[in-house]
Protein backbone atom coordinates (compact mmCIF):
# COMPACT_ATOMS: atom_id res chain seq x y z
CA UNK A 1 0.00 0.00 0.00
CA UNK A 2 1.75 3.00 -1.03
CA UNK A 3 0.66 6.57 0.70
CA UNK A 4 1.77 8.77 3.41
CA UNK A 5 2.32 8.46 7.04
CA UNK A 6 0.70 10.96 9.14
CA UNK A 7 3.71 12.34 9.94
CA UNK A 8 4.66 13.06 6.53
CA UNK A 9 1.21 14.74 5.89
CA UNK A 10 1.65 16.84 8.66
CA UNK A 11 4.92 17.95 7.84
CA UNK A 12 3.98 18.37 4.14
CA UNK A 13 1.01 20.63 5.45
CA UNK A 14 2.61 22.32 7.73
CA UNK A 15 0.60 21.25 10.95
CA UNK A 16 0.85 18.67 13.73
CA UNK A 17 -0.06 15.51 14.11
CA UNK A 18 -2.55 16.59 16.83
CA UNK A 19 -4.17 18.52 13.71
CA UNK A 20 -4.84 15.58 11.78
CA UNK A 21 -6.14 13.34 13.88
CA UNK A 22 -8.67 16.07 15.07
CA UNK A 23 -9.75 16.49 11.51
CA UNK A 24 -10.03 13.30 11.25
CA UNK A 25 -12.13 13.04 14.13
CA UNK A 26 -14.19 16.27 12.76
CA UNK A 27 -15.16 14.41 9.62
CA UNK A 28 -13.03 16.91 7.64
CA UNK A 29 -10.17 14.54 6.56
CA UNK A 30 -11.47 10.91 6.02
CA UNK A 31 -10.18 7.68 8.11
CA UNK A 32 -7.53 6.42 6.00
CA UNK A 33 -6.88 2.81 5.56
CA UNK A 34 -3.95 0.97 7.69
CA UNK A 35 -1.02 -1.44 6.61
CA UNK A 36 -0.95 -4.67 8.24
CA UNK A 37 1.46 -3.23 10.60
CA UNK A 38 -1.30 -0.99 11.56
CA UNK A 39 -0.07 2.30 10.06
CA UNK A 40 -2.49 4.84 9.06
CA UNK A 41 -1.46 5.81 5.13
CA UNK A 42 -2.82 8.98 3.62
CA UNK A 43 -3.67 9.47 0.31
CA UNK A 44 -1.65 11.94 -1.75
CA UNK A 45 -4.14 14.66 -2.00
CA UNK A 46 -4.60 14.57 2.09
CA UNK A 47 -1.53 17.01 2.30
CA UNK A 48 -3.74 19.47 -0.16
CA UNK A 49 -6.77 18.51 1.72
CA UNK A 50 -5.19 19.51 5.13
CA UNK A 51 -3.89 22.83 3.60
CA UNK A 52 -7.35 23.75 2.29
CA UNK A 53 -8.42 23.87 5.70
CA UNK A 54 -5.59 25.24 7.02
CA UNK A 55 -6.45 28.16 4.53
CA UNK A 56 -10.06 28.15 4.44
CA UNK A 57 -9.60 29.00 8.85
CA UNK A 58 -7.41 31.78 8.40
CA UNK A 59 -10.61 33.07 6.20
CA UNK A 60 -12.59 32.58 9.22
CA UNK A 61 -14.17 30.03 8.18
CA UNK A 62 -15.92 27.47 10.86
CA UNK A 63 -15.26 23.81 10.39
CA UNK A 64 -18.59 22.99 9.72
CA UNK A 65 -18.41 25.54 7.19
CA UNK A 66 -15.46 24.14 5.73
CA UNK A 67 -17.06 20.74 5.79
CA UNK A 68 -19.96 22.28 3.67
CA UNK A 69 -17.19 23.78 1.15
CA UNK A 70 -15.51 20.17 1.36
CA UNK A 71 -19.06 18.27 0.18
CA UNK A 72 -19.29 21.19 -2.59
CA UNK A 73 -16.15 20.41 -3.85
CA UNK A 74 -16.79 17.14 -3.88
CA UNK A 75 -19.98 17.20 -5.61
CA UNK A 76 -20.39 17.28 -9.48
CA UNK A 77 -23.65 19.16 -9.48
CA UNK A 78 -22.02 22.21 -7.42
CA UNK A 79 -22.17 25.23 -9.23
CA UNK A 80 -19.64 28.34 -8.56
CA UNK A 81 -22.30 30.29 -7.65
CA UNK A 82 -23.10 28.05 -4.56
CA UNK A 83 -19.23 28.36 -3.62
CA UNK A 84 -19.72 32.29 -3.87
CA UNK A 85 -22.40 32.23 -1.84
CA UNK A 86 -20.85 31.13 1.22
CA UNK A 87 -18.37 33.24 0.58
CA UNK A 88 -20.35 35.99 0.41
CA UNK A 89 -22.15 35.31 3.66
CA UNK A 90 -18.71 34.76 5.54
CA UNK A 91 -17.84 37.90 4.56
CA UNK A 92 -21.55 39.47 5.82
CA UNK A 93 -20.36 37.73 9.00
CA UNK A 94 -16.87 39.18 9.31
CA UNK A 95 -18.44 42.64 8.49
CA UNK A 96 -21.02 42.20 11.17
CA UNK A 97 -18.18 41.54 13.75
CA UNK A 98 -16.07 43.77 12.82
CA UNK A 99 -18.88 46.65 13.13
CA UNK A 100 -19.31 44.99 16.68
CA UNK A 101 -16.02 45.60 17.79
CA UNK A 102 -15.95 48.87 16.61
CA UNK A 103 -19.00 49.40 18.91
CA UNK A 104 -17.34 47.81 21.57
CA UNK A 105 -13.82 49.72 20.94
CA UNK A 106 -15.63 53.29 20.90
CA UNK A 107 -17.49 52.09 23.93
CA UNK A 108 -14.14 50.92 26.17
CA UNK A 109 -12.56 54.58 24.97
CA UNK A 110 -15.20 56.83 26.17
CA UNK A 111 -14.80 54.48 29.85
CA UNK A 112 -11.00 55.19 29.19
CA UNK A 113 -11.81 58.79 28.87
CA UNK A 114 -13.68 59.13 31.58
CA UNK A 115 -11.09 57.39 33.94
CA UNK A 116 -7.94 59.42 35.06
CA UNK A 117 -6.53 56.58 36.12
CA UNK A 118 -5.87 58.04 39.91
CA UNK A 119 -7.73 57.51 43.22
CA UNK A 120 -9.13 54.38 44.58
CA UNK A 121 -10.62 51.44 42.36
CA UNK A 122 -13.98 51.97 44.64
CA UNK A 123 -14.20 55.25 43.35
CA UNK A 124 -13.15 54.41 39.27
CA UNK A 125 -15.42 55.43 36.86
CA UNK A 126 -15.04 52.54 34.86
CA UNK A 127 -15.97 50.18 37.22
CA UNK A 128 -18.94 52.32 38.42
CA UNK A 129 -20.78 52.44 34.61
CA UNK A 130 -20.01 48.44 34.45
CA UNK A 131 -21.96 47.63 37.72
CA UNK A 132 -24.84 50.31 36.57
CA UNK A 133 -27.87 48.81 35.03
CA UNK A 134 -27.53 50.88 31.45
CA UNK A 135 -23.41 50.76 31.59
CA UNK A 136 -24.03 54.32 31.78
CA UNK A 137 -22.95 56.60 35.09
Known amino acids: MIGLKVGEVAKQAGVNLQTIHYYERRGLLPTPPRTDS ?25 LK ?13 TRCVDVRRRAEAKRNDIDDRVRTLHAIRKALTKLIDECSGTG ?18
Do not use: H, M, W
Not at 65 to 77: C, Q
Open 38 to 62: NYRVYPGDAVLRVRFIKRTQELGFT
Open 120 to 137: PATQCPILEALDSEDGER
Open 65 to 77: EIKELLSLRASPR
